[in-house]
């Protein structure tokens, strides 16, 4: 069995964000108070900053190794970036206007509007790729072959860890979001089979958000955060 601190590693920081997601809802659900109906202005720079300093304490556990086939995994962020967006540029899909939208509460001239826009994209760009890449596909996808992971190689096939890490990454995204959800996650885990290495899998996850992160704040369709 792997070691405690290497299991925590692996788990803890992503078990952390799905905490503060469903937090999140909870507080939705409460009426009568600003600051629960907009949680999501302040537990996302909490996310950001909690699963950043798990991040780094766990850092040296992670196998996160040189960049392989850097062409490829950027290929596959641009071509997964425009299945996201597919469905309201190519099919006619009614645009996602209603969700974290940093003018709502601040304007461009405020000093927070953009501390809470730079917040945003540290998420987006840095702790969402090294959070889930680490879990899905460099823990459960290898956890599925070995309760040992780490005696399996990264990016080693399995059908059955191959199924599993797809339809569990669609399935923690929202309901809107499943079919290109489902996926994205066959072509991330694509790129670790490919690829071999988890740096290229955070690369493509972050080249993906990048690209659906400009395209938000292009074209307002805050429902894709």
């Not at 040189?66 to 997964?80: D, S, Y």
């Not at 953009?114 to 290898?142: H, K, S, T």
Request: proline share 5%; glycine share 6%; charged share 15%.
């Amino acid at each position: 069995m792997p070691a405690r601190r290497k299991l925590a590693a692996y788990t803890v920081p992503f078990l952390a964000f799905v905490a503060l997601l469903a937090l999140n809802g909870v507080c939705k659900k409460i009426d009568g108070r600003l600051w629960l109906t907009l949680a999501e202005y302040w537990i996302y720079p909490a996310q950001t900053f909690l699963c950043g300093a798990l991040l780094v304490r766990f850092a040296r556990e992670y196998d996160v190794d040189r960049l392989r086939r850097a062409g490829f995994a950027v290929l596959i962020a641009v071509v997964t970036f425009a299945l996201w967006i597919s469905p309201q540029t190519v099919l006619g899909f009614s645009p996602r206007i209603v969700g974290f939208n940093p003018l709502l509460l601040f304007n461009q001239q405020s000093p927070l509007y953009w501390l809470e826009l730079v917040l945003r994209f540290a998420r987006l760009l840095i702790i969402v790729p090294f959070v889930e890449e680490i879990f899905w596909r460099g823990f459960l996808l290898r956890l599925l072959i070995d309760e040992d992971f780490e005696r399996v190689p990264f990016g080693t096939f399995s059908w059955f860890s191959f199924s599993i890490v797809t339809l569990g990454f669609a399935l923690s995204h929202s309901p809107a979001d499943w079919p290109a959800a489902l996926v994205t996650g066959a072509l991330y885990n694509a790129v670790a089979y490919r690829t071999k290495s988890l740096s290229s899998c955070i690369l493509t996850h972050a080249v993906t958000n990048l690209l659906l992160g400009l395209w938000i704040m292009k074209t307002g369709q805050w429902g894709f955060w």
